[in-house]
């Protein structure tokens, strides 16, 4: 849902990881591997599988710790 509602902007959106974990009442996944294979990937798969939108993802660093996460969208037609 979050992800389409920013499809306007582009194929690329930003995020904080804070911002996002707050939106998505996660906060309580401290370590980014925990994050990403409990919350990210799963979506992820949810997306790419049920609706028409396909999305990759990235983390970006500044420094040690991860800082924002970038989604890659495309649209893609359904096969009836």
């Given at each position: 849902e979050l992800l389409q509602s920013y499809s306007f902007m582009g194929d690329t959106i930003e995020f904080?990881?804070?911002?996002?974990k707050k939106y998505l009442d996660c906060e309580n996944y401290e370590r980014p591997a925990a994050f990403q294979s409990r919350v990210l990937n799963p979506?992820?798969?949810d997306i790419n599988?049920?609706?028409n939108i396909y999305c990759e993802y990235e983390m970006i660093k500044n420094g040690r710790q991860y800082?924002?996460?970038i989604f890659h969208m495309f649209l893609v037609e359904k096969i009836k």
């Open positions: 904080k990881i804070d911002y996002l979506a992820m798969r599988t049920y609706s800082e924002k996460i």
